[in-house]
């Protein structure tokens, strides 16, 4: 059971962003199970503290590549950016968690970030083409869930059905941007094979397991 904390209104989305057709423009190897979105309902407020966590780490793993490659100017601005917009989700997050009387704390991670990365090459040629490209799966998978999740909180929670549904345009231009960043420093055809391993290897791990209440549970 989580801690309930004061009620509070979630800051306004920044833009008013229409639903995309995700399978267009995403690049994943499988389609999420269809009783995910229903079994994530029933742990709503899990999730919802989840992808609190998530958005922060999005924010985090944009810097820490800032931080790695200052040697790279083409991934300054971008990921500054991103970063930027992905601790504005934080926040909204948790104006949606203060909403729903649920008080942000500490939590146990999924498996699914750690065994994710699993897959990245610690050899220095190699590491920046992985990371950029676990991160363009990470959020290409994120803005499949959300839509999933926009369609089944329409009848529970009109307010966060709105907020997952203008999340889906600003997840998969993140995706985009990700591969575009790897594009720019390798070769298109390299990037492309590459995504493509790493998009079947987070298939595989999504599916080992059983279902965990987590975005990407
Ligand atoms: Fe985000
Ligand atoms: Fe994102």
Same mark, same amino acid.
């Given at each position: 059971?989580?801690? @309930? ?8 989305? /920044? ?9 267009a ?5 499988? $389609? ?6 229903? @079994?994530?309902?029933a +742990?709503?407020? =899990? ?5 609190? +966590?998530? !958005? ?7 810097? $820490?590549l ?16 991103l970063?930027?917009? !992905?601790?504005?989700?934080?926040e ?9 009387? *649920?008080r942000?704390?500490a939590?146990?991670?999924? @498996? ?5 990365? %699993? ?9 920046l ?6 991160? &363009?799966v990470? !959020? %290409? @998978?994120?803005? #499949? ?5 926009? #369609? ?8 966060? %059905? ?8 600003? =997840? %998969?231009?993140?995706?985009? =941007?990700? *591969?575009?960043?790897? #594009?720019?420093?390798?070769? /298109?055809e ?9 998009? &079947?290897? #987070?298939?595989? *791990?999504?599916? =080992?397991?059983?279902?965990? /209440?987590?975005?990407?549970?």
């Amino acid at each position: 059971m989580l801690a @309930r904390a004061p009620r509070a209104r979630p800051p306004a989305a /920044p833009t008013g962003a229409a639903p995309l057709d995700c399978a267009a423009v995403l690049h994943l190897a499988s $389609n999420t199970d269809p009783d995910w979105a229903s @079994r994530a309902l029933a +742990h709503l407020d =899990e999730i919802l503290l989840d992808h609190a +966590h998530l !958005e922060k780490k999005a924010a985090g793993a944009a810097v $820490n590549l800032l931080f790695r490659h200052p040697d790279r100017p083409v991934l300054q601005v971008p990921l500054s950016a991103l970063a930027r917009e !992905e601790l504005c989700h934080f926040e909204q997050v948790l104006g949606h968690l203060a909403r729903r009387g *649920v008080r942000f704390a500490a939590q146990r991670p999924g @498996r699914y970030a750690g065994r994710l990365h %699993a897959i990245a090459r610690p050899e220095p040629q190699h590491h920046l083409i992985d990371t950029l490209l676990i991160g &363009a799966v990470i !959020e %290409a @998978r994120s803005c #499949e869930r959300f839509g999933l999740l926009a #369609e089944v909180l329409a009848d529970v929670d009109a307010e966060l %059905a709105r907020f997952y549904a203008s999340l889906l345009a600003s =997840e %998969a231009r993140h995706h985009g =941007e990700y *591969v575009r960043l790897a #594009e720019s420093c390798y070769a /298109p055809e390299a990037v492309r094979a590459r995504l493509a391993g790493i998009a &079947a290897h #987070e298939a595989a *791990v999504l599916a =080992e397991g059983p279902f965990q /209440p987590r975005l990407h549970g």
